[in-house]
C-alpha cells in the first residue's frame, strides 16, 4: 500500500502563485510514477501532470508553460508549482502514485482562483 499526503491548496487571485506538495509513505519502491489530476465541479476529473521514476514529465496542454511538475526522490514528495494561474484552473486537485498495478490517490486538496 502507498500513502498520499497533499499539501499547499488554497486560494489565490488570477495570475498567482501556488505550490503543492504530495508526500508518500509505505511501499514506496514499488512507485513508477506520480503526478496530479484535477476535478472542476461538474467536469470530469483530468490529467495535470505526470512525473516518472527517471524524471520524464508529461502535462497537460493546458497547463503548459505555466505548471512545473518535479520530485525529491530523497523525501519521496513530488510537488507541483503553478504560476500564471487562471480561474479556469480551479478544482479540486488529487495527487496519484502509480506501482504498475494500481493507482493510489489523496485525499484532495482545493485550489480556487479568482479573477
Known amino acids: 500500500q502507498v500513502q498520499l499526503v497533499e499539501s499547499g491548496g488554497g486560494l489565490v487571485q488570477a495570475g498567482g502563485s501556488l505550490r503543492l506538495s504530495c508526500a508518500a509513505s509505505?511501499?514506496?519502491?514499488?512507485?513508477?510514477?506520480m503526478g496530479w489530476y484535477r476535478q472542476a465541479p461538474g467536469k470530469q476529473r483530468e490529467l495535470v501532470a505526470t512525473?516518472?521514476?527517471?524524471?520524464?514529465?508529461n502535462y497537460a496542454d493546458s497547463v503548459k508553460g505555466r505548471f512545473t511538475i518535479s520530485r525529491d526522490s530523497a523525501k519521496m514528495t513530488v510537488y507541483l508549482q503553478m504560476n500564471s494561474l487562471k480561474p479556469e484552473d480551479t478544482a479540486v486537485y488529487y495527487c496519484f502514485a502509480d506501482d504498475w498495478a494500481t493507482n493510489y490517490w489523496g485525499q484532495g486538496t482545493q485550489v480556487t482562483v479568482s479573477s
Open positions: 512525473i516518472t521514476r527517471g524524471d520524464r514529465t
Open positions: 509505505g511501499r514506496i519502491g514499488s512507485i513508477n510514477a
